[in-house]
């Protein structure tokens, strides 16, 4: 049996304008906006109020001497490294996957889809000036979050029968002196991370004037904070020492309820930031992470099948769950902590991009089994002890009474729940204790 022929892709999908250079709506022309006409990217845009984002699959091939003619492909990836992600059931979202791609940097003619749509009004050769990925860099310098795939299979595959797993840039590096560049993508996850993410978001606004311990209305400033970040009812925590329910019409502000969960009503002077307060009540867990990654962190809907996740809580769960967030938190903080108080174990499945959520539970009797018929071959399974792992007492401190707080208070908590494994503590001789801090 001849060996199989190895291929390996990468695809990237960049932003390009749809619009034509100074054709309405496109308002540049020459030289009102600019010396040259742009390059359909939103860096070289002279028109950003009507760029018309679409976007534009680039693809790159490993060079190799039999890649099909019928995939079109630059064969310039250099290396291809691929670390896949891992992940902590009942802990937290685990370790990050990694795709690290390194091209092999040359000349190109700045033709098709992507590329320069006015290359024959330039007064320049583009093979002769500049190389690919000089140009890259100078037209898509915004990669973060772009789409990107890794498909592997063998010669006589068709494109859509290969294996792709799914990634989105998040740095690069090059073009280097030794001609090469490299793009670096993460899964999913990255973008919850607490340098892109937060929950509830950072308000701006702030006491124009002092108000007292019984006053019930303020003012917002700057002017026009109240439309431009404001719910139009709620609760705000003043100055970091109050919280207030509210109504809200423009900057003007109507307190309904002064010490609201378990602050106290004090004096407040101007200057003293107005921050949201994101409230939680009686939810399923599935549904706030949702709301946590869609709202706070730009995961898009179509990577959250809630249907199969709602089924999953509900069926092996069935538990609402209420916190009080009146801080700016990392957004993967918060989902760590669900994570972990709800038992549940959530991952980037790279294969079908999609984030799947099992709640941990009993193993079923008929569950799939890996023996010599799915394994492959010469490949063997590896088992480790992890004795940093065992717990055999959970103390779990809970209904938070003051959420302006730290979380790590244990004075600012009503109640403990402690689940204790006797018959564990005998068989190893000794305790094993984790605490949970559940707002």
């Known amino acids: 049996m001849s060996e199989k022929l190895a291929l390996t892709y990468v695809e990237i999908d960049i ?26 990217s939103k860096v070289t845009c002279q028109d950003r109020a009507n760029f018309s984002e679409t976007f534009v699959t680039l693809r790159f091939a490993k060079a190799a001497a039999y890649l099909p003619t019928d995939i079109d492909a630059i064969p310039s990836i250099v290396a291809v490294e691929f670390s896949p992600g891992t992940i902590k059931p009942g802990e937290s979202l685990g370790e990050r996957s990694t795709l690290t791609v390194t091209f092999k940097d040359g000349l190109h003619p700045d033709t098709g889809p992507g590329y320069d749509k006015y290359r024959a009004e330039r007064d320049y050769d583009p093979v002769a000036q500049g190389t690919y990925w000089g140009k890259f860099r100078a037209r898509q310098p915004y990669l973060r979050g772009l789409k990107m795939r890794l498909i592997q299979g063998y010669l006589g595959q068709s494109l859509a029968d290969m294996e792709t797993r799914h990634f989105f840039a998040e740095s690069y590096t090059g073009p280097t002196m030794a001609g090469t560049f490299m793009i670096e993508a993460k899964d999913i996850f990255k973008q919850l991370d607490g340098d892109r993410a937060m929950a509830p978001e950072m308000s701006n606004g702030f006491l124009l004037a002092d108000i007292d311990n019984n006053d019930m209305a303020f003012t917002l400033s700057p002017a ?37 969960f378990n ?9 003293d930031r107005v921050q949201t307060v994101l409230y939680i ?19 898009s809907e179509d990577y959250i099948p809630i249907d199969e996740w709602l089924t999953e809580t509900e069926g092996f769960l069935g538990t609402v769950y209420t916190a009080v967030i009146a801080e700016p938190t990392p957004v993967r903080k918060l989902s760590d902590e669900l994570i972990e108080q709800a038992a549940l174990c959530v991952w980037w499945d790279d294969l079908t991009a999609l984030v799947r959520l099992t709640v941990l539970r009993a193993i079923s009797t008929d569950a799939a089994l890996f023996d010599e018929h799915n394994r492959r071959k010469d490949t063997a399974l590896s088992v480790r002890e992890q004795p940093e792992k065992r717990l055999s007492q959970v103390w779990t401190y809970y209904a938070q009474i003051n959420p302006l707080k730290a979380l790590d208070d244990l004075d600012n908590y009503r109640s403990t729940a402690v689940t204790i494994d006797g018959e564990a503590e005998t068989n190893h001789g000794s305790s094993a204790i984790k605490v949970v801090l559940s707002r």
């Open 15 to 40: 932003p390009f304008c749809a619009l034509s250079y100074g054709v309405a709506p496109c308002t540049a022309s020459i030289p009102a906006t600019g010396a040259d006409k742009c390059y359909n």
């Open 224 to 260: 026009g904070i109240g439309n431009a970040e404001y719910e139009t009812s709620g609760y705000l925590a003043i100055g970091g020492k109050e919280i207030v329910s509210f109504t809200r019409s423009g900057d003007a502000v109507t307190i309904t309820g002064r010490a609201r």
């Open 281 to 299: 009540f009686g939810e399923d867990v599935s549904n706030i992470l949702k709301m946590l990654w869609e709202d706070y962190a730009g995961v």
């Open 263 to 271: 602050t106290e009503a004090q004096a407040h002077k101007a200057q």
